[in-house]
């Protein structure tokens, strides 16, 4: 190895800007509640729950004991083949808090491999039932679904597909939902607006049903900058992958898990899909972890049309990983026993004053919230993208608030458990901030 004696070149880091980061790092040391410390010693109140995770903040006494406990007790065993008593009660506990008969769960061990487990799952049931024509899968312009290959198929973010050449073929979108000139500032979903489901339809025309696999859709889009959907938007899809026989699969790997104050925005939106992919707060961003739910009569399909033997030739190492369960375990209890779903209903109404009254400052210009998220659009300076929004982020975290910036769009997304008094906070910080960068 080439040693230099610069200490950060040799970690690749993800979806960041490498030369800048090492240019001026920030650095995290530990962390506890709702506050990271960085290696200079400064708190940082963590505005973005991680990365839309860390739903309990850090650190929570009960969730540290069970990871330490598990790890003490069984380390690792194979998924494939074998079992361990907790995976099946933590599949029991989601199943529970899914809706309707979305009882089955298929463990994962992130976002995106929830994704590719869903659109697999879904080709495989159409083939199972004798409509193997059905391969297609729809997405929309500006979704996110991760980073596997088909998880960038069905995503809309030009940078995430642009370099990595040929993609799933057979795939569309539908266009984005949502228009500034009558939308910007909505507080929660905006009016409807129902052109955008209908283009469902004409698309839907366009390859014939019995090519269609699945539409696949964020309920709330949250990486592109927190996207509420128009009110009927999200049933009306549902009425016509119906009608149509295509699947619809709610990536709900930021919004399931009390995002919304609700176990999933299925629940809160009350439309059901046929899978939902989850990740981050399934076990508050403590070991990587994922799951996919799906209805009774997809898994019921894969029971009754195989031959004996396995049934879906899929699978993860890690899915249902000791670590991940015994922390999930620990997690969804806590959101059940202190309640933490109720007090995102409870504070949301707060936080929502709070984001559209940093609407007020001259530089926004929109402002979108559900739930405990939200997404803010700064006016550029000068024409160049990113140019005041990069600027906020950074002078944020300067000022002690961590948040997630995309193209001119900042997201505010604190842990589950914040109170008024945090929210309040949040806004001094972010005031502060805005007033700093100018
Ligand atoms: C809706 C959605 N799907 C999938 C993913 C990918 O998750 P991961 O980064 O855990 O692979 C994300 C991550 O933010 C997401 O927001």
């Not at 929570?60 to 069984?74: D, M, S, T, Y």
Request: hydrophobic content about 40%.
């Amino acid at each position: 190895m080439n040693h230099t004696n610069d200490t950060l070149s040799a970690y690749w880091m993800p979806f960041t800007p490498n030369r800048d980061f090492k240019a001026n790092p920030r650095m995290i040391e530990s962390a506890d509640g709702l506050y990271y410390k960085t290696t200079d010693g400064r708190e940082v109140f963590d505005g973005s729950s991680g990365l839309w995770c860390c739903a309990l903040g850090h650190n929570h006494p009960k969730v540290v004991e069970a990871i330490r406990e598990q790890a003490g007790r069984l380390d690792y065993v194979s998924p494939f083949q074998f079992g361990h008593p907790a995976a099946f009660e933590l599949a029991n506990m989601l199943a529970d808090d899914m809706p309707e008969d979305l009882d089955h769960v298929f463990f994962t061990n992130s976002g995106s491999e929830s994704v590719d487990t869903a659109l697999k799952i879904a080709t495989a049931y159409h083939r199972l039932r004798g409509e193997g024509t059905r391969t297609r899968f729809i997405g929309r312009v500006n979704g996110y679904h991760g980073v596997g290959f088909g998880g960038i198929s069905v995503g809309g973010m030009v940078n995430n597909r642009k370099f990595f050449g040929s993609l799933l073929t057979g795939v569309d979108h539908m266009p984005f939902p949502y228009d500034s000139e009558t939308m910007a500032f909505s507080r929660g979903e905006p009016e409807r607006r129902d052109d955008y489901a209908e283009a469902l339809e004409q698309i839907i025309a366009l390859h014939d049903s019995s090519t269609i696999a699945a539409v696949i859709v964020e309920p709330v889009f949250g990486s592109a900058g927190v996207y509420v959907p128009p009110k009927g938007y999200l049933k009306r899809l549902r009425e016509i992958t119906e009608k149509h026989g295509i699947l619809l699969i709610f990536d709900e790997v930021i919004t399931a898990f009390g995002r919304l104050g609700y176990a999933t925005a299925a629940e809160r939106f009350g439309v059901t899909p046929d899978i939902i992919t989850t990740a981050k707060a399934i076990n508050s961003g403590t070991v990587p972890m994922g799951a996919v739910a799906v209805r009774k009569g997809i898994y019921d399909t894969f029971m009754d049309q195989t031959e004996s033997g396995i049934e879906l030739f899929h699978g993860y190492t890690y899915s249902a990983h000791p670590l991940a369960v015994a922390a999930a375990i620990a997690v969804q209890k806590i959101y059940k026993d202190e309640g933490i779903y109720e007090n995102v209903q409870e504070v949301e109404g707060y936080f929502e004053d709070m984001a559209h009254g940093l609407g007020e400052e001259e530089v926004i210009t929109d402002v979108r919230n559900i739930g405990l998220m939200c997404g803010l659009t700064f006016a550029q300076k000068d024409g160049v993208p990113m140019s005041r929004s990069g600027a906020i982020f950074q002078r944020a975290y300067e000022n002690g608030l961590k948040i997630r910036v995309t193209a001119d769009n900042v997201a505010i997304a604190p842990p589950l458990t914040v109170t008024k008094s945090d929210i309040d906070k949040i806004g001094d910080l972010m005031r502060q901030t805005i007033r700093d960068v100018g």
